[in-house]
């Protein structure tokens, strides 16, 4: 047992009195019960892939790891029955022998199910709404141990509320997803002039199931990337080549490039030149969550925001040209989302575009990021519930129209604060 805890990027760390990782629902109750004879505050883990302070604390941190089983499967319905700590990864291969599959996923699948839904994590597609969209039912365990099941039926607010909480309400401790039959995508990534992208950007987003790019500051190409639904059979791509295209070139070859930047940062032009026309033309036909998904390695902090589509071209132009003035190697990564109606998701009520920096590990982020942040302020921007972001509750309430009606579930479900932290306290305020 140890006292620290320390998140995947390493830049975000806390020494809680305990670190418990429970492998029942009941364990969970009796950590509660004491951390409320103790009067400790209590927050929980998921796979630690936020950039930010969110589950910091020094009462008690609940690691869901152990509880990541499948507990029921309905191949008719396509509804599934899952322990809040299971990934994404482990959830999409077990599924998959039952014909079931997200219907989207992002290009990280290393987070819990619990962990990525209440931050509102997503992947891309004009039509397809965030990750926490495929929750059907959520099992939420209250300060006192009990458990209450929130569905559109059950508690529409609760549900509304708890689909993107930030761990605000209660510890979830499992979740009945509804996915989709399992299907084969075709990936293809290509490099595409960024004002090429942008001079018919409807049409990009709009005739691909799933569109995004990378683009670097100082490079007029950026990297596309379209995923689309084929009626083929999968086509596993050779142990070799993916070690090549996925580890090899964008992980450890991007990496050296990244320390180069950091150890001279005036080479950084010279280098997001060489990456964007580094990308050239690639095919994967598989299942949907091996084309999705890629290795991540490279140690890095992120900002990403949300703003409604219809500003999309020329907020990408302003990050873009904003971007040359800073030193960081690292990519602006683009990709839109269907809006949806959880009082705290991101794209909660409009078509949603999420731009995404990034600041290598070692380098200073904070001048770069809050540049970006009056950028994204400029759009009624939004920032996604896991990334760095410079906002607080004053900031945030205007920009959500269901922001009062959050804050009242929050009141029902967590009276005395048991949740929070500083970081719950400085974006949502403290419970009244």
């Given at each position: ?18 670190i ?8 969970v ?31 008690v ?46 290009d ?19 039509a397809l ?9 959520i ?17 529409p ?21 509804q996915?989709?039959?399992?299907f ?33 500051a ?65 095919r ?72 995404a ?24 921007g ?14 945030l ?17 967590d ?18």
């Amino acid at each position: 047992m140890t006292n620290s805890w320390v998140n995947w990027a390493g830049d975000q760390q806390c020494a809680p009195a305990t670190i418990a990782t429970p492998r029942t629902a009941d364990e969970v109750a009796e950590l509660l019960g004491r951390a409320g004879d103790a009067g400790q505050t209590v927050r929980v883990a998921g796979a630690g892939h936020s950039f930010t302070d969110a589950v910091l604390t020094d009462g008690v941190l609940l690691d869901l790891r152990n509880l990541n089983r499948v507990l029921d499967v309905d191949a008719a319905t396509g509804r599934v029955r899952v322990e809040a700590g299971i990934t994404l990864n482990a959830a999409s291969n077990a599924l998959h022998e039952h014909g079931l599959a997200f219907p989207n996923l992002g290009d990280i699948d290393v987070q819990t199910v619990a962990g990525a839904t209440a931050t509102a994590t997503h992947g891309t597609g004009g039509a397809l709404q965030n990750l926490s969209a495929a929750l059907h039912s959520i099992e939420l365990m209250l300060a006192d141990g009990s458990r209450v099941e929130l569905n559109a039926e059950t508690d529409p607010e609760g549900w509304r509320a708890a689909r993107v909480s930030v761990g605000a309400l209660g510890v979830v401790t499992a979740a009945t997803l509804q996915l989709v039959p399992s299907f084969v995508l075709e990936g293809v990534e290509r490099p595409v002039p960024v004002e090429d992208i942008l001079a018919d950007l409807d049409s990009h987003i709009d005739t691909n199931d799933h569109f995004e790019f990378y683009m670097f500051a100082h490079s007029p190409v950026a990297m596309t990337k379209r995923n689309n639904a084929v009626d083929l059979a999968e086509q596993p791509r050779g142990k070799a080549v993916d070690w090549f295209a996925d580890m090899l070139m964008s992980n450890y070859t991007f990496d050296a490039l990244c320390k180069l930047g950091r150890w001279q940062p005036r080479l950084v032009p010279l280098i997001h030149r060489g990456a964007a026309y580094a990308g050239s033309y690639r095919r994967q036909v598989d299942r949907s969550y091996r084309v999705f998904a890629s290795p991540r390695l490279i140690r890095f902090t992120e900002m990403e925001y949300a703003i409604p589509r219809e500003h999309s071209a020329a907020a990408i132009r302003e990050i873009k040209e904003l971007s040359t003035r800073f030193d960081t190697p690292m990519p602006i990564e683009v990709r839109w989302v269907a809006p949806d109606d959880a009082f705290l998701s991101p794209a909660t009520g409009r078509d949603t575009c999420y731009i995404a920096v990034h600041q290598y590990r070692g380098m200073a982020y904070e001048p770069y990021f809050r540049a970006c942040e009056a950028v994204f302020d400029k759009y009624n921007g939004r920032p996604h519930w896991g990334k760095r972001h410079f906002q607080t509750a004053d900031t945030l309430r205007g920009r959500y129209p269901d922001w009062d009606r959050f804050a009242e579930v929050r009141r029902r479900f967590d009276p005395k604060g048991r949740f929070s932290n500083g970081y719950l306290n400085r974006v949502l305020g403290p419970v009244d």
